[in-house]
């Protein structure tokens, strides 16, 4: 058993306490021993005297200094009828150092002289008084030596105190054994839970069931059962991304080439004859140009991490009219309004397909949910700015967001209400904003809509310090 184990600590202290609560116990015990032992002196010279008192005479010399020593003593007086009698005596070795009467000491004062029994070494003659047992007078007093009754109390103290420690280390072995039992076998069982759950923390098997009869323990397994389950999700959500940005690398490689390969048939549709495809040919070499570069930029910068912003100075009002546009090409016919609130003279310096991909991420969730309920509605960006940042405001009349989609709005694969939607959406939307350095909130959803509010810093050099921006 080891000092540096819970056991090894456990039984130490129990010693310890046990042999100080000992400790307190052996002072009154000693007390009473040298009490006992003193009334039982002055009950042998009690009977020694009787003894010789119903002797003859003749016989009373032979006897008396054996009585004497049987009794432990020096002399015995009794007073008897208010005449006091030496009855037995013989030399004593010294002059009388302490008198004790205990018919008058009280516990306090027991202690006191138990004490200075056991502290002073020299053997002194000490004269003790008491009541005579079975009313036999009305005092007795004896002289006697302090050196026998020192050792008896020695050796009374030492046997109690080995007494003490065998117990103590009986008790400790006892709270040991109920200690492995109740605690520790519990914590070994944790133990082995967490390196089982080290080994494959994806496998929700591995993960404990509170089933502990201690009421600590069991909170503490309902704690590590639930931040398991936790890491078991976000292992499992990790994988899924990492899965998904493969399938996106593998998707985005190939769309590539079948989208430049659109782009060379899109670029001769400006000289088509007709009035209608020449007009609509830029707005799709746009379009397939945008896509073209988001495949190039997955592939570049990998699945996990969006590209570093380019900034350039941009008329505001004329990408809203392009994300209008293409979402009413979506819409089913007089369902969806789309309006906007930009003043025409704004200028934005941003990403210009960044901010885009943002915009367009609101607009279309808007005009989803607006769809979703069958009833006509609007959807409105507006925008302005400040001395220090430009805003942008996304707002709908749709059905609003319920509480869990609010709870986990910005988190992958968590925040979507709709069936068959992913939650990327605003996780990208957000994700593209905070590479400008700036934020998307909610600021409300009720059931008259929900309204998203976009903050771009105006001072680029707030920007995360791995982006190195590009200004055109």
Same mark, same amino acid.
């Given at each position: 058993?080891?000092?540096?184990?819970?056991?090894?600590?456990?039984a130490?202290?129990?010693?310890?306490?046990?042999?100080?609560?000992?400790?307190?116990?052996?002072?009154? /015990? $000693?007390?009473?021993?040298?009490?006992?032992?003193?009334?039982?002196?002055?009950?042998r010279? +009690?009977?020694?005297?009787? /003894?010789?008192?119903?002797?003859?005479?003749?016989?009373?010399?032979?006897?008396?200094?054996?009585?004497?020593?049987?009794?432990?003593?020096?002399?015995?007086?009794?007073?008897?009828?208010?005449?006091?009698?030496?009855?037995?005596?013989?030399?004593? @070795?010294?002059?009388?150092?302490?008198?004790?009467?205990?018919?008058?000491?009280?516990v306090?004062?027991?202690?006191?002289?138990?004490?200075?029994?056991l $502290?002073?070494?020299?053997?002194?003659?000490?004269?003790?008084?008491?009541?005579?047992?079975?009313?036999?007078?009305?005092?007795?007093?004896?002289?006697m030596?302090?050196?026998? $009754?020192?050792?008896?109390?020695?050796?009374?103290?030492?046997?109690?105190?080995?007494?003490?420690?065998?117990?103590?280390?009986?008790? /400790?072995?006892?709270?040991?054994?109920?200690? +492995?039992?109740?605690?520790?076998? @519990?914590?070994?069982?944790?133990?082995?839970h967490?390196?089982?759950?080290?080994?494959?923390?994806?496998?929700?098997?591995?993960?404990?069931?509170?089933?502990?009869?201690?009421?600590?323990?069991?909170?503490?397994?309902?704690?590590?059962?639930?931040?398991?389950?936790?890491?078991?999700?976000?292992?499992?959500?990790?994988?899924?991304?990492?899965? %998904?940005?493969?399938?996106?690398?593998?998707?985005?490689?190939?769309?590539?080439?079948?989208?430049t390969t659109? +782009?060379?048939?899109?670029? *001769?549709?400006?000289?088509?004859?007709?009035?209608?495809?020449?007009?609509?040919?830029?707005?799709?070499?746009?379009?397939?140009?945008?896509?073209?570069?988001?495949?190039?930029?997955?592939?570049?910068?990998?699945?996990?991490?969006?590209?570093?912003?380019?900034?350039?100075r941009?008329?505001?009002?004329?990408?809203?009219?392009?994300?209008?546009?293409?979402?009413?090409?979506?819409s089913?016919?007089?369902?969806?309004?789309? %309006?906007?609130?930009?003043?025409?003279?704004?200028?934005? *310096?941003?990403?210009?397909?960044?901010?885009?991909?943002?915009?367009?991420?609101?607009?279309?969730?808007?005009?989803?949910?607006?769809?979703?309920?069958? +009833?006509?509605?609007?959807?409105?960006?507006?925008?302005?700015?400040?001395?220090?940042? !430009? !805003?942008?405001?996304?707002?709908d009349?749709? @059905?609003?967001?319920?509480?869990?989609?609010?709870?986990?709005?910005?988190?992958?694969?968590s925040?979507s209400?709709?069936?068959?939607?992913?939650?990327?959406?605003?996780t990208?939307?957000?994700?593209?904003?905070r590479?400008?350095?700036? *934020?998307?909130?909610?600021?409300?959803?009720?059931?008259?809509?929900?309204?998203?509010?976009?903050?771009?810093?105006?001072?680029?050099?707030?920007? @995360?310090?791995?982006?190195?921006? /590009?200004?055109?």
């Amino acid at each position: 058993m080891r000092l540096n184990t819970i056991t090894g600590r456990f039984a130490a202290l129990t010693i310890i306490f046990v042999m100080l609560a000992e400790l307190f116990i052996l002072l009154p /015990a $000693l007390a009473s021993f040298r009490l006992d032992y003193l009334e039982s002196r002055l009950e042998r010279a +009690q009977i020694a005297s009787l /003894a010789l008192l119903a002797t003859d005479e003749s016989l009373a010399s032979d006897l008396e200094s054996e009585l004497l020593q049987n009794a432990g003593v020096f002399n015995v007086v009794l007073r008897r009828n208010d005449i006091r009698q030496l009855v037995l005596s013989s030399p004593i @070795p010294g002059p009388v150092a302490q008198t004790y009467d205990l018919r008058e000491e009280g516990v306090a004062q027991t202690i006191d002289d138990a004490m200075g029994t056991l $502290l002073n070494r020299r053997n002194e003659v000490i004269r003790v008084m008491g009541s005579p047992v079975n009313e036999a007078g009305q005092l007795i007093e004896i002289t006697m030596e302090t050196a026998p $009754l020192r050792a008896a109390m020695i050796e009374y103290g030492v046997r109690l105190l080995l007494l003490s420690a065998a117990f103590s280390i009986l008790t /400790a072995l006892l709270l040991n054994l109920a200690v +492995q039992r109740l605690v520790l076998v @519990p914590i070994r069982r944790v133990i082995s839970h967490m390196v089982s759950y080290a080994e494959a923390p994806e496998d929700p098997r591995h993960i404990i069931t509170p089933d502990a009869r201690l009421v600590e323990l069991r909170d503490a397994e309902t704690a590590m059962a639930s931040m398991q389950k936790t890491v078991t999700s976000a292992l499992k959500q990790r994988e899924r991304m990492a899965q %998904l940005g493969e399938a996106v690398a593998k998707i985005s490689h190939d769309l590539r080439n079948i989208l430049t390969t659109a +782009q060379i048939f899109a670029d *001769r549709l400006e000289d088509s004859g007709d009035p209608k495809v020449r007009r609509a040919a830029p707005k799709l070499v746009n379009s397939i140009s945008r896509a073209v570069n988001l495949c190039e930029t997955t592939l570049a910068f990998g699945k996990a991490e969006e590209p570093a912003p380019t900034l350039s100075r941009f008329p505001l009002a004329q990408l809203a009219a392009e994300v209008i546009e293409a979402e009413s090409l979506a819409s089913p016919a007089a369902q969806v309004d789309f %309006l906007t609130d930009i003043p025409p003279t704004l200028t934005i *310096r941003a990403d210009r397909d960044q901010l885009y991909r943002v915009l367009a991420n609101l607009a279309r969730n808007a005009r989803q949910a607006i769809e979703g309920t069958g +009833q006509p509605g609007t959807v409105e960006i507006g925008a302005g700015e400040t001395d220090s940042d !430009w !805003w942008i405001r996304v707002g709908d009349t749709g @059905p609003g967001l319920p509480e869990r989609a609010r709870e986990y709005l910005f988190k992958p694969f968590s925040g979507s209400v709709r069936k068959g939607g992913t939650g990327l959406g605003l996780t990208i939307a957000a994700d593209l904003v905070r590479g400008h350095g700036g *934020r998307l909130d909610l600021v409300r959803s009720d059931t008259e809509g929900s309204e998203f509010m976009i903050h771009i810093p105006r001072d680029m050099a707030i920007l @995360p310090a791995r982006q190195a921006v /590009a200004s055109r």
